[in-house]
């Protein structure tokens, strides 16, 4: 029987200084993609996020709005270069670490209505895996049906693309060690949930309201909330710190990580 695909998020959190404007860490890309390379996944799909990259732009000329503006066309296209800026030095580092790695850019073969995915054909990322490629997209700028353009996250694409592609599972990495009872990062007594079901999920209130850095999609509760319908499919997810040595290459290899497990039930 053909292994079910896996789909890695790496989290613009981990992979970009989400405070600072168009700052990747290329000490943590590197070394993710030496974690990817030693953990030999079969049939691996991975999506990054835009941390720095692609929020500050996006909410600068309010994509996630719609097109109203002409003058939003300058900024729709500057949103979405700055994310190859930041997915090319993503491919550099894993095609340095031997990865058959190939970009595919959402905004050429996905569109949105008022924001959620309505076109997707997955028949060449299909094909790429079968061919043994590692097919790599992100959050993008995308064209919508209805609100002229829009923002797709990259959480609703690994979403979308786990029930899509029949995965297994999700790997989401971020810059926290998994899902807490409130932002870890602003309150010290928060505690980590170390499993979780979907129908815990949906009741659970977590985060803030205002969120430190920019994120234009939602920050963890948008993540959550894009989780909720592939776990329901019976994908399995979870959340860990790729920012932590070796803890995404053993989340691939499903060994114990820190992190919190969401499961159907
Ligand atoms: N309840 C919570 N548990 C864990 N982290 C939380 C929680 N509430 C808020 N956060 C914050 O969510 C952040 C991760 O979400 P965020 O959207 O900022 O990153 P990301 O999705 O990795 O980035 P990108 O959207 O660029 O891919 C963490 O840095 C953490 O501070
Ligand atoms: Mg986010």
């Not at 390379?37 to 990259?53: M, N, P, Q, W």
């Amino acid at each position: 029987m053909k292994t079910k695909p896996t789909v890695l998020k790496l989290g613009g959190s981990a992979i970009t200084y989400k405070a600072h404007p168009q700052r990747a860490n290329m000490r943590i890309i590197d070394r993710l993609a030496k974690e990817i390379e030693d953990a030999k996944t079969s049939r691996l799909i991975i999506v990054h996020g835009g941390g720095s990259f692609g929020h500050p732009l996006a909410k600068k000329y309010a994509i996630n709005e719609g097109f109203h503006n002409p003058a939003q066309r300058l900024g729709f296209a500057e949103t979405h270069e700055a994310m190859t800026v930041l997915n090319n030095l993503i491919m550099k580092a894993l095609i340095r670490h031997n990865i058959p790695a190939v970009a595919v850019s959402p905004s050429s073969f996905i569109l949105t209505k008022q924001g959620r995915i309505q076109e997707l054909d997955t028949n060449i990322i299909t094909r790429m895996q079968e061919t043994g490629f590692v097919p790599v997209l992100y959050g993008d700028t995308v064209l919508d049906l209805e609100k002229g353009f829009a923002i797709l996250s990259g959480d609703q694409l690994t979403a979308r693309l786990a029930i899509e592609l029949g995965a297994e599972r999700i790997i989401i990495g971020v810059d926290v060690d998994g899902l807490y009872t409130a932002d870890p990062k602003e309150d010290s007594s928060a505690k980590r949930l170390q499993r979780v079901t979907a129908r815990e999920l949906e009741k659970f209130h977590y985060g803030t309201k205002t969120l430190k850095v920019t994120d234009v999609t939602g920050g963890m509760h948008g993540k959550i909330i894009e989780l909720i319908p592939a776990i329901e499919h019976g994908v399995r997810a979870v959340i860990v710190n790729a920012k932590k040595h070796d803890t995404i290459r053993k989340a691939l290899c499903n060994e114990r990580v820190a992190g919190t497990l969401i499961e159907k039930e």
